[in-house]
């Protein structure tokens, strides 16, 4: 499509603008720093672009600061498990983002030896960087001279063109347009245009008075700059039907289980669930037992709404059940920064044993495993091993762990017993939420 005629963006004036108005983040190298040399670190830019991709500023700041304060690299932040990356992210959106995280930390190690490729081309082949986040990455660290399009620009140019089609409808037209303004100062350039989006040119406001843009602006002729951009007709959203089986057991812990790997809320916790369906269907219980139902939850997801009948059961044998795990109510809601736990049991109808593990991937409390040495696996991403007296391990506090190791952490279940210890590796970093603490039974 053809845009309204007006003037080119003047990119000196938005520079200009920016040398005086840059916003101080966490996560940016200012215009002086950048000028005097200081080069902005690939990490921290693509870390805090795909923390903004569904969540404010205001809001991503504290868990930047939080991932950073854990995993300050992206050495780091391979080496982590999966399941402490997921806890620390949430509130910030799809864990399908935190999964990909972490996927692309890990490959960005282990394909490019732990340093960022340098083009936007390059950047698309990690897992999780599209066409926004890798022109980010590569403007912003490397000056490549490409448009950097968000949804704050997708507003700025629409008003800027007076767009009289939704952006969905005219994004590479508008794309084409920004390219042809991009400076020699690229990286400079792209994050002046999103804050002006973000502070000047807002969803509800324009103070078109402020703006470096203003003289070329269209909409700044109009009645109302903020008609712009057009929203397009909502689709309808179609209803889904499922159930959601609550079973407790004599203590009244519930049972929990993880969904596939694949697909929506992939490897999230929830408890047993039936398929869900465009019509409503009649429950079929994963066990016999007096079902009560208890109403209808609803949720809106963005394409469809899901609505699910719940149905709780109590079991008289919880041992039935070895495809997921019982946890307390209690403590489904604590917090992010109370320690990890993992229960399981060496054989069944025997004690059950603890590890313990803080966010940060220190012991934080004593662990009780009889009187049987301890085998504690994986130091980052590669397989080790080294056996603890259970003296030493009650002795154990987060200093000693990190004279024994740096990045000491527990994922992934495997739990066996040979002839004479008790070997536990890639035990399963859980929060706190999912998993019942011990109470010596």
């Given at each position: 499509?053809?845009?309204?005629?007006?003037?080119?963006?003047?990119?000196?004036?938005?520079?200009?603008?920016?040398?005086?108005?840059?916003?101080?983040?966490?996560?940016?190298?200012?215009?002086?720093?950048?000028?005097?040399?200081?080069?902005?670190?690939?990490?921290?830019?693509?870390?805090?672009?795909?923390?903004?991709?569904?969540?404010?500023?205001?809001?991503?700041?504290?868990y930047f600061a939080r991932f950073i304060q854990l995993w300050p690299t992206v050495l780091d932040l391979a080496a982590a498990p999966l399941?402490?990356?997921?806890?620390?992210?949430?509130?910030?959106?799809?864990?399908?983002?935190?999964?990909?995280?972490?996927?692309?930390?890990?490959?960005?190690?282990?394909?490019?030896?732990?340093?960022?490729?340098?083009?936007?081309?390059?950047?698309?082949?990690?897992?999780?960087?599209?066409?926004?986040?890798?022109?980010?990455?590569?403007?912003?660290?490397?000056?490549?001279?490409?448009?950097?399009?968000?949804?704050?620009?997708?507003?700025?140019?629409?008003?800027?063109?007076?767009?009289?089609?939704?952006?969905?409808?005219?994004?590479?037209?508008?794309?084409?347009?920004?390219?042809?303004?991009?400076?020699?100062?690229?990286?400079?350039?792209?994050?002046?245009?999103?804050?002006?989006?973000?502070?000047?040119?807002?969803?509800?406001?324009?103070?078109?008075?402020?703006?470096?843009?203003?003289?070329?602006?269209?909409?700044?002729?109009?009645?109302?700059?903020?008609?712009?951009?057009?929203?397009?007709?909502?689709?309808?959203?179609?209803?889904?039907?499922?159930?959601?089986?609550?079973?407790?057991?004599?203590?009244?812990?519930?049972?929990?289980?993880?969904?596939?790997?694949?697909?929506?809320?992939?490897?999230?916790?929830?408890?047993?669930?039936?398929?869900?369906?465009?019509?409503?269907?009649?429950?079929?219980?994963?066990?016999?037992?007096?079902?009560?139902?208890?109403?209808?939850?609803?949720?809106?997801?963005?394409?469809?709404?899901?609505?699910?009948?719940?149905?709780?059961?109590?079991?008289?044998?919880?041992?039935?059940?070895?495809?997921?795990?019982?946890?307390?109510?209690?403590?489904?809601?604590?917090?992010?920064?109370?320690?990890?736990?993992?229960?399981?049991?060496?054989?069944?109808?025997?004690?059950?044993?603890?590890?313990?593990?803080?966010?940060?991937?220190?012991?934080?409390?004593?662990?009780?495993?009889?009187?049987?040495?301890?085998?504690?696996?994986?130091?980052?991403?590669?397989?080790?091993?080294?056996?603890?007296?259970?003296?030493?391990?009650?002795?154990?506090?987060?200093?000693?762990?990190q004279k024994v190791s740096q990045h000491l952490v527990l994922s992934a279940l495997n739990v066996h017993l040979d002839d004479d210890s008790?070997?536990?590796?890639?035990?399963?970093?859980?929060?706190?939420?999912?998993?019942?603490?011990?109470?010596?039974?």
């Amino acid at each position: 499509m053809q845009l309204t005629p007006t003037l080119p963006i003047n990119s000196p004036a938005v520079l200009a603008w920016y040398d005086r108005h840059a916003r101080d983040l966490l996560w940016r190298i200012g215009p002086l720093d950048r000028a005097r040399g200081t080069e902005p670190d690939p990490y921290r830019v693509w870390l805090s672009e795909v923390m903004l991709q569904q969540t404010t500023v205001a809001t991503v700041g504290k868990y930047f600061a939080r991932f950073i304060q854990l995993w300050p690299t992206v050495l780091d932040l391979a080496a982590a498990p999966l399941a402490a990356v997921l806890v620390e992210w949430a509130g910030l959106g799809y864990y399908a983002r935190a999964r990909n995280l972490h996927a692309c930390a890990v490959a960005v190690v282990d394909q490019h030896g732990g340093i960022f490729p340098k083009t936007t081309l390059a950047l698309q082949t990690l897992p999780g960087i599209g066409a926004y986040t890798s022109a980010a990455i590569a403007a912003i660290c490397y000056d490549e001279p490409i448009a950097v399009l968000d949804g704050n620009l997708d507003r700025v140019l629409a008003r800027y063109h007076a767009l009289n089609v939704p952006v969905r409808d005219a994004k590479e037209t508008l794309r084409a347009a920004l390219q042809t303004a991009v400076p020699v100062r690229a990286g400079d350039f792209a994050q002046a245009m999103m804050d002006i989006g973000a502070t000047i040119c807002t969803p509800r406001n324009a103070l078109c008075m402020l703006c470096p843009l203003q003289d070329g602006c269209l909409a700044r002729h109009t009645p109302d700059p903020t008609i712009f951009p057009i929203k397009p007709q909502k689709a309808n959203r179609p209803t889904r039907h499922g159930h959601a089986f609550v079973l407790r057991d004599g203590v009244g812990d519930v049972f929990l289980e993880t969904r596939p790997d694949k697909g929506l809320l992939a490897k999230m916790t929830q408890t047993p669930t039936s398929d869900w369906t465009a019509t409503a269907t009649d429950p079929t219980f994963p066990q016999p037992g007096d079902w009560h139902h208890h109403g209808l939850v609803v949720h809106v997801f963005t394409h469809f709404r899901l609505e699910l009948d719940v149905w709780s059961v109590q079991i008289a044998d919880a041992m039935t059940l070895d495809h997921g795990w019982w946890a307390a109510p209690a403590h489904w809601g604590a917090r992010r920064s109370q320690p990890f736990f993992a229960r399981f049991w060496l054989k069944p109808g025997s004690n059950r044993r603890m590890a313990v593990l803080s966010p940060d991937h220190q012991f934080c409390s004593r662990a009780n495993f009889s009187n049987d040495p301890v085998m504690i696996a994986r130091r980052g991403r590669k397989p080790f091993g080294m056996k603890f007296a259970p003296q030493f391990i009650d002795q154990l506090d987060g200093s000693a762990v990190q004279k024994v190791s740096q990045h000491l952490v527990l994922s992934a279940l495997n739990v066996h017993l040979d002839d004479d210890s008790v070997i536990i590796s890639n035990v399963v970093v859980e929060p706190l939420r999912r998993i019942k603490s011990l109470d010596g039974n």
